[in-house]
Every structure is written in C-alpha cells, then in structure tokens.
T-cell receptor, first 105, second 115 residues
Framework: DAKTTQPNSMESNEEEPVHLPCNHS???????IHWYRQLPSQGPEYVIH???SNVNNRMASLAIAEDRKSSTLILHRATLRDAAVYYC??????FGTGTRLTVIP | DGGITQSPKYLFRKEGQNVTLSCEQN?????MYWYRQDPGQGLRLIYY???????QKGDIAEGYSVSREKKESFPLTVTSAQKNPTAFYLC??????????????FGPGTRLTVL
C-alpha cells in the first residue's frame, strides 16, 4: 500500500510562507495526492489535491515533483488560524501521522 | 444543509459493553469510512464501504464491526473484544469509491471513553 512520510512538526512565523513536505515514493501512477488539515477535536478538512501538475486554490498551493515521489504544500502567508495538523495521503484511504504546524505570532 | 452527522459527541461506557456509534450522511455519497484517532496520533482506518451491503477491513478492524444497510448510514460497533477502545472516532464519506481524486468529508467525531 502506498504510504507517506512527513516531518512530525514544523514552525512558521505569522505572515511568512510555509512549505510542508511529503514523501510518497511508492505512489502508483494513478493515485492522486491529497492534503487535509485537522484542528483540535475536529474532523479533518480537505485542503487541496493533485496528480501531476502544480495546483492552486484559495487555501494553498501544491507543488508535485516531476517523478511524483514527493510533494510540498505551500501556505503563502501563514496565519494563526493555519495552526493545525496537516496530512498528506497518496490514496484516499491511508492517512499518515501528519505534520503539526505551529504558527508563531 | 448537506453533511455528515455523528452522534453522540461524547460517549461513556463500562468495560465489557458493546457500543454503537452512529454516522449518517445526506450527501448521496457512495463510500463511507471509519477512522480511529488516539491522542497525538494520526488517523487509522477501521472499516470502509464502497456500496450498500458491502464493506472491507482497514488497518485495525479487530474488535470492531460495521453494517451498511442503507446508503446514508454506516454505524460502527465497538465490541468487548476491542482491548483499548477509548479514542476519538471519525466517520467520513466520499462521492466515488475507488477514485482517488475524490475528497473525503468528515463528521465532527465521537469521543468514546471506556471506564
């Protein structure tokens, strides 16, 4: 099964860009890359997804490596409301442990 | 409003009792999922269902059972065989099972505490 690896935690200053990495070296050619985030005591919420090309939406950008073995979620200007656990999954069933993002005022 | 509801939000049970967690969705989604989350940990898949009257085991199905008699409903029973059932349980649904580009919508979760 395709699994992902992410750093356990990262910090960012408020209003600075944040780059959250994810490795998915066993991803299959047809699996999309999804990112979700979870606030304390809530269910995860969808952030963004992509297959091969870089993607942008109102919440974030997703940069996918050419070999698709890794991707990076980019928050262009971190706010305190972005403090959460971010999950990268390479199919729709298996979540990893995620990266806990701390935003420093 | 469309969405996923889980009830109750908090649930307390005595050790050795079975307990059933409710999950209902009105999004007309085909697939539904149950996850378990322990403090400070990620989500682990318990069971998932792609169609009515069919479901598959996830990573940690032992001690749990599910049913999918209706498209809208996917209840999870935590049995007495589950050795450490205290956890946060999350239900999710998505529109097309097996299509990896479809986002999962999550419910608010049920926090189960076994005394």
């Amino acid at each position: 099964d395709a699994k992902t690896t992410q750093p356990n935690s990262m910090e960012s200053n408020e209003e600075e860009p944040v780059h959250l990495p994810c490795n998915h070296s066993t991803i299959s050619g047809t699996d999309y890359i999804h990112w979700y985030r979870q606030l304390p005591s809530q269910g995860p919420e969808y952030v963004i997804h992509g297959l091969t090309s870089n993607v942008n939406n109102r919440m974030a950008s997703l940069a996918i490596a050419e070999d698709r073995k890794s991707s990076t979620l980019i928050l262009h200007r971190a706010t305190l409301r972005d403090a959460a656990v971010y999950y990268c999954i390479s199919n729709n069933l298996f979540f990893g442990t995620g990266t806990r993002l701390t935003v420093i005022p | 409003d469309g969405g996923i509801t889980q009830s109750p939000k908090y649930l307390f049970r005595k050790e050795g009792q079975n307990v059933t967690l409710s999950c209902e969705q009105n999004l007309n989604h085909d697939a539904m999922y149950w996850y378990r989350q322990d403090p400070g940990q990620g989500l682990r898949l318990i069971y998932y269902s792609q169609i009515v009257n069919d479901f598959q085991k996830g990573d940690i199905a032992e001690g749990y059972s599910v049913s999918r008699e209706k498209k809208e409903s996917f209840p999870l029973t935590v049995t007495s065989a589950q050795k450490n059932p205290t956890a946060f349980y999350l239900c999710a649904s998505s529109s097309l099972a097996g299509e990896s580009y479809n986002e999962q919508f999550f419910g608010p979760g049920t926090r189960l505490t076994v005394l």
